[in-house]
T-cell receptor
Framework: GAVVSQHPSWVICKSGTSVKIECRSL??????MFWYRQFPKQSLMLMAT?????????EQGVEKDKFLINHASLTLSTLTVTSAHPEDSSFYIC?????????????FGPGTRLTVT | DAKTTQPPSMDCAEGRAANLPCNHS???????VYWYRQIHSQGPQYIIH???NNETNEMASLIITEDRKSSTLILPHATLRDTAVYYC?????????????FGAGTILRVKS
């Protein structure tokens, strides 16, 4: 099956700094990618939809100036957490549906665990 | 997208079939039923999806009732590695890039 990677797999940063998380589709192209956040013992919460060549679409309540999304190519989307604070500590997961029509499942990355101290 | 209801947790003996129910009484005619699972600290994994006919693949079977208001995911011979959170999601499949909205899911514990 298709593979989605994320980098880094885990990161620890100090409060006030920015952290960039990469999401790559390794063997398929994706004009759309999705970013989720998951707190301990909770379900995945969709944060935003990343669109190649255009602005991301953010879900209600998600600060677009804090969570910067760039979909630079058909295989790469990045999420930058700016001025991170301890409450931003979470598990961040991306997903992508392949461009090919008729493929309805989405492929998820392994996630990135962010800890802000 | 229609809302789904799943039991919060279930136990299953290793080697036995695990039957995970999902209610989606407000499902509309063009909405599909999807199942994903998430093993601890990993990204979700696609399992199976269906519209109205029963479906089977190498991982599981999906049984959808005739009125489509509920469905059951069946893992025929559960192993310890099947311990995970299972999510039932209903959405329109035809549109590319359609987002997934996750509910609370069912925690399946497979025990030896």
């Amino acid at each position: 099956g298709a593979v989605v990677s994320q980098h880094p797999s885990w990161v620890i940063c100090k409060s006030g700094t920015s952290v960039k998380i990469e999401c790559r589709s390794l063997d398929f192209q994706a004009t759309t990618m999705f970013w989720y956040r998951q707190f301990p013992k909770q379900s995945l919460m969709l944060m935003a939809t990343s669109n190649e060549g255009s602005k991301a679409t953010y879900e209600q309540g998600v600060e677009k100036d804090k969570f910067l999304i760039n979909h630079a190519s058909l295989t790469l989307s990045t999420l930058t957490v700016t001025s991170a604070h301890p409450e931003d500590s979470s598990f961040y997961i991306c997903s992508a549906p392949p461009v090919d029509s008729g493929i309805y499942e989405q492929y998820f990355g392994p996630g990135t665990r962010l800890t802000v101290t | 997208d229609a809302k789904t209801t799943q039991p919060p947790s279930m136990d299953c003996a290793e080697g036995r079939a695990a039957n995970l129910p999902c209610n989606h009484s407000t499902i509309s005619g063009n909405e599909y039923v999807y199942w994903y699972r998430q093993i601890h600290s990993q990204g979700p994994q696609y399992i199976i999806h269906g519209l109205k006919n029963n479906e089977t693949n190498e991982m599981a079977s999906l049984i959808i009732t005739e009125d489509r208001k509920s469905s059951t995911l069946i893992l025929p011979h559960a192993t310890l590695r099947d311990t995970a959170v299972y999510y039932c999601i209903v959405r329109v499949a035809a549109e590319y890039g359609n987002k997934l909205v996750f509910g609370a899911g069912t925690i399946l514990r497979v025990k030896s």
